[in-house]
T-cell receptor, first 118, second 115 residues
Framework: GAGVSQSPSNKVTEKGKDVELRCDPI?????LYWYRQSLGQGLEFLIY????????KSGLPSDRFSAERTGGSVSTLTIQRTQQEDSAVYLC????????????????FGPGTRLTVL | AQSVAQPEDQVNVAEGNPLTVKCTYS??????LFWYVQYPNRGLQFLLK??????LVKGSYGFEAEFNKSQTSFHLKKPSALVSDSALYFC?????????????FGQGTTLQVKP
């Protein structure tokens, strides 16, 4: 079946502009995660959704970052007033619902969106 | 703080030789440990995991890892390396519980397999 998809694959923006990054999880996956991969910080967790709610937003670096999920499927990560330090690869992952199988703990990743802030 | 560490930034090995990519953990309770691989300009691909049971875990592409509680290690191994194994490898643990936890990653180790 189809894996996690993300769009756009690349995004170049000017400092101060807003950007939206999209994630389509694997069909049937109720949990969705956003991570960021940057040279200086490595791979870091941003936010986690269970259905449409976000029980853990602890990794969002500032209030310029927000995310939502609708219909228990697609998620959008929004960065307002982008800064150069926001340049990174943003990765989305999803996993099976609890009780589905022993694979509930395995997160499957999309190809990422490379964000460059000029 | 709970963490995983990958002590080597880069591992070089000749094709056909065995390879080991090291990972140590500092995690309370029973850790859920993972290995992921990242090829250039691609996302992370799941290789294998340890949850419970057998300490030797077998995964994709001929990789395996051994959970060693006394040494708090979870090293990734392959008996015979291929040039196509060259990639960035991440060790991680699940902070939280199944389906609700977040992955905490090590720094990553670049594996270079030379012909």
């Amino acid at each position: 079946g189809a894996g996690v998809s993300q769009s756009p694959s690349n995004k170049v923006t000017e400092k101060g502009k807003d950007v939206e990054l999209r994630c389509d999880p694997i069909s049937g996956h109720t949990a969705l995660y956003w991570y960021r991969q940057s040279l200086g910080q490595g791979l870091e967790f941003l936010i986690y959704f269970q259905g449409n709610s976000a029980p853990d937003k602890s990794g969002l670096p500032s209030d310029r970052f927000s995310a939502e999920r609708t219909g228990g499927s697609v998620s959008t990560l929004t960065i307002q007033r982008t800064q150069q330090e926001d340049s990174a690869v943003y990765l989305c992952a999803s996993s099976f619902p609890a009780g589905h199988s022993t694979s509930t703990d395995t997160q499957y990743f999309g190809p990422g969106t490379r964000l460059t802030v000029l | 703080a709970q963490s995983v560490a990958q002590p080597e930034d880069q591992v070089n090995v000749a094709e056909g030789n065995p390879l080991t990519v090291k990972c140590t953990y500092s995690v309370s309770g029973n850790p859920y440990l993972f290995w992921y691989v990242q090829y250039p300009n691609r996302g992370l691909q799941f290789l294998l995991k340890y949850i419970t049971g057998d300490n030797l875990v077998k995964g994709s592409y001929g990789f395996e890892a051994e959970f060693n509680k006394s040494q708090t290690s979870f090293h990734l191994k392959k008996p015979s390396a291929l040039v196509s194994d060259s990639a960035l490898y991440f060790c991680a643990f699940l902070h939280g519980s199944s389906n609700t936890g977040k992955l905490i990653f090590g720094q990553g180790t670049t594996l270079q397999v030379k012909p």
